[in-house]
């Protein structure tokens, strides 16, 4: 038994590797695998503090029960955020946060940038910033996970996965799911924050490329 999200993305690229057509598995991918030997360390080192402050920093600033909690916890948020739009800026850190190829470093950090302006800046009081106006490069790399529809995102994996207007659901976009599981976010974030008011923005949910 497993909730952890971060720890069930990597079984799902690992632990059932073998009942994958072989082209399909982690083990035959090489450095376009979801987690490369070449880069394990780099990837470890990210997932790290991004977990610690930005996965999990929106929901300690979300549900802070203090005013010194909420500032112990949303300047880090924000200054990792910033770190981040530096990072992408780096030579081999584009189009993906390690160059050519989506890992689960991209996918770990996805599931919080697409709630983030819809959902985390208003109802959790993530409000420094946004990512649309003031993280260009973080924005870019997001809307080009979302918008591909290619082979290389199985057809749209990230978009098809996200439901910006209803109930919070999986945390997992690489797997085949059906619309019960989707990435579901406005609603749930409002009942969860006690409020239960809908947000009607921004508009749009996500800009265009």
Same mark, same amino acid.
């Given at each position: 038994?497993?909730?952890?999200?971060?720890?069930?993305?990597?079984?799902?690229?690992?632990?059932?590797?073998?009942?994958?057509?072989?082209?399909?598995?982690?083990?035959?991918?090489?450095?376009?695998?979801?987690?490369?030997?070449?880069?394990?360390?780099?990837?470890?080192?990210?997932?790290?503090?991004?977990?610690? !402050?930005?996965?999990?920093?929106?929901?300690?600033?979300?549900?802070?029960?203090?005013?010194?909690?909420?500032?112990?916890?949303?300047?880090?948020?924000?200054?990792?955020?910033?770190?981040?739009?530096?990072?992408?800026?780096?030579?081999?850190?584009?189009?993906?946060?390690?160059?050519?190829?989506?890992?689960?470093?991209?996918?770990?950090?996805? !599931?919080?940038?697409?709630?983030?302006?819809?959902?985390?800046? !208003?109802?959790?009081?993530?409000?420094?910033?946004?990512?649309?106006?003031?993280?260009?490069?973080?924005?870019?790399?997001?809307?080009?996970?979302?918008?591909?529809?290619?082979?290389?995102?199985?057809?749209?994996?990230?978009?098809?996965?996200?439901?910006?207007?209803?109930?919070?659901?999986?945390?997992?976009?690489?797997?085949?799911?059906?619309?019960?599981?989707?990435?579901?976010?406005?609603?749930?974030?409002?009942?969860?924050?006690?409020?239960?008011?809908?947000?009607?923005?921004?508009?749009?949910?996500?800009?265009?490329?």
């Amino acid at each position: 038994m497993n909730n952890e999200s971060s720890e069930i993305i990597r079984m799902f690229y690992s632990a059932f590797d073998e009942f994958l057509p072989e082209q399909e598995r982690e083990a035959t991918k090489g450095k376009a695998g979801f987690f490369p030997q070449h880069l394990q360390s780099e990837i470890e080192d990210l997932n790290a503090w991004v977990y610690e !402050t930005v996965n999990n920093g929106v929901y300690k600033t979300g549900f802070a029960t203090s005013q010194k909690a909420y500032e112990e916890n949303v300047y880090p948020l924000f200054k990792s955020l910033d770190r981040l739009e530096e990072h992408l800026s780096q030579p081999g850190h584009s189009p993906y946060l390690f160059g050519e190829y989506i890992t689960d470093a991209d996918i770990r950090l996805y !599931t919080t940038l697409i709630r983030f302006d819809v959902g985390y800046y !208003t109802l959790f009081k993530c409000n420094i910033k946004m990512i649309r106006h003031d993280y260009p490069r973080l924005h870019e790399w997001l809307r080009k996970l979302y918008w591909d529809e290619s082979e290389r995102t199985k057809g749209g994996a990230f978009k098809r996965t996200v439901r910006f207007d209803q109930v919070s659901g999986s945390l997992f976009v690489y797997v085949n799911l059906t619309n019960a599981d989707h990435l579901q976010i406005k609603s749930g974030y409002a009942q969860a924050s006690r409020v239960g008011i809908v947000p009607a923005g921004p508009l749009p949910d996500i800009l265009p490329l």
